[in-house]
């Protein structure tokens, strides 16, 4: 069998495993949000933290919670790695320095990940589980919860409440990533991933002598962090590393834990909004742009261009022999087109076009399906900003699910698309014009620049993957990607909010002869060319710079 069909395979597999998780877990979660029983084990959360769950919440008092949980996550983050020389379980390595202890304490608080040091040679025990392994359940369910709060804007009207932060981020937590990362994580463990609390030992090599390896819960770790698109790696090597990702069908099940969740939420936004057309609306856009790319991520990868690639079958430089070009180019379109940042290859090492494919992914807003939570609001921002243009070109004030899109709306819309763009670009700028952060390249020339436009577009986007070629453990990078980070995350949650309560405040509109359907093919088409055409060009001659001028010169 080809590597190609074996790839087409994979995906079909894939899809297949998708459509039949899409809807009992979308049902299910619509249920979980819209529920007012409150278990007994969430009920003792609510005491221990004092809040009322039962109180609705306008968007400033939602914001304000959601908020204040993130900063309390980060301090706390950011303590158990500078205390972690005096902790036990330490495994042995001293405390983390400031600047980098920052920069993964807002990484994994805003659900990025991203990772300038080597997992197993600086962090033990107690801050992988307690710390890290927590916020992974924790800023996926932050990432949930705004999405559910803007989906009760659009259901909802004449009231600006959107429902309860503390109920939504415990329900997230409790009901749904808690059990399916349990079914995960043995899933995992039957493939072979590594879970125990193991210390540093020696362990032979094939070619004589020996090495050191520590041990510890790597298959529950490995679980949330795809499962919440949170990404990162226990080990530096990420999820190409055999003790996170054994084999090809462990690839295949971590890929699947990434992409269900997203997929699935839009059943739970078509089934909360009372129009299961309209989450097959936004199904379908998703859809058709994560098919797109990977078909081109496949076709440029799989190209041979002389002697090395036919012998090998493809572009396989970085890659693990295991997963091949398929299994690879899989995991990285997932991975980039959700805010996960985990991988199971080196994207540096991808063909010019193949490393564009990986950035374009990000820089469209991650939306395709997008990150747990953040995917669903995002491409629910843009359908606005659609539904806006297809207003202006018939003359019609624009509406999407009863609701008028008007000036407060589309500024709010318009100031969510532009956060992310400014920090993008803005930061490359300045990293490339100052001589110290271009000391950290490896490369010079396209690639060169693509290694520092990757690394502000993973952590302003929270995506967390890296080119690879690029020593971000520095000072200038340790500090301005925590920063990029932070307001990549929580300035697109302030706009999403307010959107949200906005919409809760409206009356219906009832729909016309003249009202735009936007649960028909026609409108998915032009979301998605509303979607390639804003965010693409926003990006384009940066990429021009870098990948697509690699990519023509290979």
Not at 344 to 358: D, P, Q, R
Not at 363 to 368: K, M, V
Not at 379 to 408: D, N, Q, S, W
Not at 493 to 507: K, M
């Amino acid at each position: 069998m080809s590597p190609q069909i074996a790839g087409v395979l994979q995906l079909l597999a894939l899809i297949a495993a998708l459509a039949l998780a899409y809807r009992p877990l979308g049902d299910y979660m619509a249920g979980v949000y819209s529920s007012e029983k409150h278990y007994r084990p969430e009920k003792w959360i609510y005491r221990a933290i004092g809040a009322q769950p039962s109180a609705e919440m306008r968007w400033p008092a939602y914001l304000r919670g959601l908020l204040a949980f993130s900063a309390v996550s980060v301090l706390f983050l950011y303590l158990l790695q500078r205390l972690q020389g005096a902790l036990p379980g330490s495994l042995g390595f001293s405390s983390i320095d400031p600047d980098q202890a920052f920069n993964t304490a807002a990484s994994f608080v805003a659900n990025t990940n991203w990772q300038s040091y080597y997992g197993e040679q600086a962090m033990g025990h107690v801050v992988q589980t307690g710390g890290l392994a927590v916020q992974n359940f924790l800023s996926a369910a932050v990432g949930m919860a705004v999405a559910v709060a803007l989906v009760r804007g659009f259901a909802r009207s004449r009231t600006g409440e959107l429902g309860n932060f503390w109920a939504d981020l415990v329900r997230g937590t409790v009901r749904i990533l808690l059990p399916l990362s349990v079914v995960g994580a043995l899933v995992l463990v039957a493939c072979g991933a590594l879970q125990n609390f193991a210390g540093i030992h020696e362990v032979g090599q094939f070619t004589g002598g020996t090495q050191e390896w520590n041990g510890g819960a790597v298959a529950s770790q490995e679980t949330i962090k795809e499962l919440g698109t949170n990404g990162g790696g226990y080990f530096n090597a990420n999820s190409a590393h055999p003790f996170e990702n054994p084999s090809p069908l462990s690839n295949l099940f971590e890929i699947f834990l990434i992409l269900v969740i997203p997929f699935a939420l839009t059943r739970t936004f078509g089934r909360m909004v009372g129009s299961l057309r309209q989450g097959y609306a936004i199904l379908g856009t998703t859809a058709v742009i994560w098919l797109g790319f990977t078909a081109l991520m496949m076709w440029t990868e799989f190209a041979h261009r002389g002697p090395a690639f036919e012998i090998a079958g493809g572009a396989m430089e970085g890659k693990e022999t295991r997963f091949g070009v398929a299994g690879s180019s899989l995991f990285a379109v997932a991975t980039t087109l959700t805010s996960t940042g985990a991988v199971n290859s080196f994207h540096s090492s991808y063909t010019g076009f193949g490393g564009g494919i990986t950035m374009l992914g990000m820089q469209l807003g991650e939306i395709a399906p997008g990150g747990v939570g953040s995917g669903l609001y995002g491409i629910l921002i843009m359908a606005v900003i659609a539904v806006f243009l297809a207003g202006l070109m018939v003359g019609r004030t624009p509406e999407y699910l009863g609701k008028k899109i008007g000036t407060r709306q589309i500024k709010l819309a318009a100031c969510y698309l532009l956060v992310t763009p400014a920090l993008v670009l803005g930061f490359t700028a300045v990293a490339l014009a100052l001589p110290t952060p271009g000391n950290s390249m490896t490369n010079s020339g396209a690639h060169g620049f693509s290694e520092i436009l990757y690394a502000y577009t993973s952590g302003a986007n929270n995506n967390g993957s890296a080119f690879a070629g690029l020593d971000a453990d520095t000072q200038w990078f340790n500090t301005t990607l925590g920063i990029a980070m932070l307001l990549g995350r929580f300035l697109p949650i302030v706009f999403v909010l307010a959107l949200a309560g906005s919409l809760a405040e409206q009356q219906p509109v009832p729909e016309t002869a003249g009202t735009l359907r936007t649960d028909k093919p026609l409108y998915a088409g032009l979301l998605v060319g509303t979607i390639l055409i804003v965010t693409g060009l926003t990006y384009f001659p940066a990429l021009a710079l870098g990948p697509l001028a690699e990519g023509l010169a290979s």
